[in-house]
């Protein structure tokens, strides 16, 4: 079953669920009203082609999959979804802590673990970029940026 | 207004002092990001286009305009210096460019990078002046069908050239439509796909997809990447810049291949700077007397891809301010900025808003002056950006892209939204699905739904009127004809070997 580890075969399963749910959906929407179509008309086609695609997609995965997968750099994919847990995490805190801190918190990850630069040049890098960002958008442009309890 | 009238008019648009103060930012902008690999043009037009909703709309497109041909310029930098392209469209140049560097002539190979951009830069400006009006004219006399069955072509087009595989290019482009359309349904007020979230009526925005898709995907695909290169040095001085005459001559028919090239294929959906600058690179291989020199430093091996590179830019235009139909990512932006300010990109822009259609057709001949003054004696010190350490830059494009999405709207919903796309494009990136066929889906299609249902309504149902009318039976029939082509195995490896190229 090794075809099961195939990014086409995971993702094309993922697609053909959603067009699944599309047309599942378009169901319950008028599909033709006397005016012309209604709003289950466009979406109920391309969700019929999604799952059409999807299944096309797994079906050719599987059938080229000659058992081999392709060699995964875990360690470098680590660093990008690390990235990015971290980025998730820093926007879950911001609307409790606000940008500055929140972002700052997230600079510091970066540079500290992401790569691996002293702690003390982490702590310069992220204070500054924070404050510059902070000095940038909401004071000088007066582009709104999430706030915390202390009012930045 | 004819094409002189129109152009002076233009002129006097963009000679205005903000104008041409938003024209350097833009090319400014541009070059730095072209320099700098991991950040492409598109990513920073999403970027930065909340910073200009405050703007008049006329300065706007002008400085979005500057950083969209501005990147092009800049992407040869890093291809030259350190044979890793700033952009995909400079690709191509890597292969003789740092062959020419590694020979000692990095700043002749710089040079003609610039001279080539300019001279083909300014023929796909003039080009856009002459073209852009007639097919204006033509296309007044579409109707519903006839721009139903136009985004089919051009988004059968984006499909058959971003990637190898069409299964996946479709699949891509069907994710933007359903993305599209979620939120009210604009002819019914029936609410689709919220997943009964009241925030989600109004639809998504496209700057989160934009912004996510293209900056936070590219940033976790180059931390991902996270390597760091070794530049070659830049010799300092103009007259170091310069190419000799023997270099010069060798790159006269490549000036004028790129420039042709970059602009036809640049016409066409999908077809992109990137395409342009293979194609232009394989003539001029294909014609040389020396062949054999092409991959060891030919000059004429830089001067043509950054030729075709830079002509594109007016042919992708055309499409975009004469039908509304944008030919990439970039360009897909830029219409959404264009409609966020109230202007509709169409055959009656020219006519309906002349300040916005002259005014930055004329910037683009400014502009190209601007960068060529940039590119010449500033590109030591723009070589210096390559120095700037990731791990400062990286969470800087974190944080430009939280103000780009939290900008628009105010709402920390977005930024969840953006975490999400940030992850979507990065998977799409490492699963090989195409972007660009998404974001146009996304871009067009509330547009695309609501020219099938017109022309439906229009019809009463019948859906043989589609194809009743010669022009749109025209348009599908070649649409069809582009998704089935790949089915003939000479065609696809073709297809293929173009696509993969292009990397």
Redesign the interface.
Known sequence: MAFLKN??VI?GAV?AA??VY?VM?SRA??Y??L?????A???FW??V??VA??L??IV?SARNSNGSSATI?WR??G???G??LA??VS??L??FAG?LIS?AL??FF??AV??R?PLAMAGV??VA?ALA?HLI?PVA?S????TGPFGF | MDIASGLLHGFAVALQPSNVFWCFVGCLLGTVVGIMPGLGPAATIALLLPLTFKMDPAGGIIMLAGIYYGAKYGGSTTSILLNIPGESSSVVTCIDGYQMARKGRAGAALGIAAIASFIAGSVGVIGLTLIAPPVAAFALSFSSPEYFALMCLGLALVVLLSGTSLIKGLLALLLGLWLTSIGTDLFTAQARFIFGQATLLGGIDFMVVAIGVFAIGEVMGSIEAGEEARMLPVPRGIRNLLPNWEELRACRFAFLNGSVTGFLVGCLPGGGATISSFIAYGIEKAVSKHPEQFGKGAPEGVAAPEGANNADTGGALVPLLTLGIPSGGSTAIMLSALVLWGVKPGPLMMTESPDVFWGLVASMYIGNVVLLILNLPLVPLFAQILRLPLYVLFPVIFGISIVGAYGASGRIFDLGLLVGFGLLGYAMSKLKYPSAPLILGFVLGDAMERALRQSLMMSQGDLSALVRRPISAIMLALAVVILLIPLFGWFNRLRVRAVTENG
């Open positions: 990014g086409d993702s697609l959603l067009g599309i959906q929407w008028d033709y009203t005016d012309g179509p209604g709003p008309f466009f979406p391309y969700g082609a999604m695609l999807s096309l997609l050719n750099d470098a994919m660093r990008a979804l990235t990015w980025f998730a926007v879950a911001m609307q940008f972002f997230f600079t970066i540079v992401i790569f630069r890098v992220a970029s960002f958008f442009l582009v709104s940026l999430p």
